[in-house]
């Protein structure tokens, strides 16, 4: 069945490979017979009438929304806010005059998100759920569900939910523009073809993948991840996945930041993940490589096919620049776990913490 372990040592190493069959499936979950885009008219509806979009959600679905508020500006046009669950209640943004809310959870059972979802039904505001399990509970309360289609993910760490959530927020996404009459240049389900293509082909390449994590992760205490732009938000979930397995203290920051104070922190050696897979931010990023590299870290450059140089420790195959954080995420995945492995962690259950976290 689904649930099963099969040949896989871990359920997290199944489910990184399972993530091009993910992506696959969605593509034809959402998309009908004329090639359109299969949505629910009410979503449609709901986004296209809104003036504002505040994206709640936690941990690794927070960063997915971090992506899904690029998506959404950049190719729909509509302003988007993105809040941690548990922090919102305090700092509850004002809100637009026709606000829609959309809740990312990969189990539909987040207390912190929950939470949230009921205050702002009783203020009135519409909700749409991004989950994984359709009849969960932030689904049956939302007015609208969108499923990832990702299947069971049983590893703590989330893998193939959060590319799932992406690929269904690009394609929410696109769909919204086009129901705004906004042109673009930018087929979401070519492209995500593609995508999963490039995905497969690095799921293949795991033993160079585990070299690094030997090479770079070996007794460190610490490790750092930067990116500019998209980057940065697949670096903050690259710091997630490594400090929650491998027990590692990971860092996620901008590549601008670095300067203005955890540039004091690196050391000899102190292992350092760039990646360099935007156009616009190549050169920039390499500029914070090379400082860091002049105070003695250790770093790893993860770039994409066409902005690659030589010495890059590992490159991605080319796929739409908006897109780049489905695939870039798979090296950063796959190095936490064999990090992890290494140092004999328990990789699927990880100490201390919960499949889905159902306590405020
Ligand atoms: C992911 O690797 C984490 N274990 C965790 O951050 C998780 O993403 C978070 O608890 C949110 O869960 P949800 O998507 O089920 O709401």
Known sequence: ????KGTYPHFMLKEIDEQPFVIRKIIQEYQDENDDIKLDADIRNAMKECDRIYIIAAGTSYHAGLLGKQFIEKLANIPVEVHVASEFSYNMPLLSEKPLFVYISQSGETADSRSVLVQTK???HPALTITNVPGSTLSREADYTLHLHAG???AVASTKAYTAQMAVLAILAVDTARAKGIELDFDPMQELGIVANAMEALTDQKE???DLA???LPVTRNCFFIG???DFYVGLEGSLKLK?????Q???FAGGELKHGTIALIEEGTPVVALATQENVNYSIRGNVQEVEARGANSMIISMKGLDKEGDAFVIPHVHEILTPLVSVVPLQLISYYAALHRDCDVDKPRNLAKSVTVE
């Open 122 to 124: 009783e203020l009135g």
């Open 250 to 252: 990971a860092e996620g």
């Open 208 to 210: 160079e993948l585990e």
């Open 152 to 154: 069971p993910e049983i």
């Open 244 to 248: 929650e397995i491998s027990y590692i």
């Open 228 to 230: 500019r732009g998209i």
């Open 214 to 216: 030997r090479e770079y």
């Open 1 to 4: 069945t689904d649930i099963e």
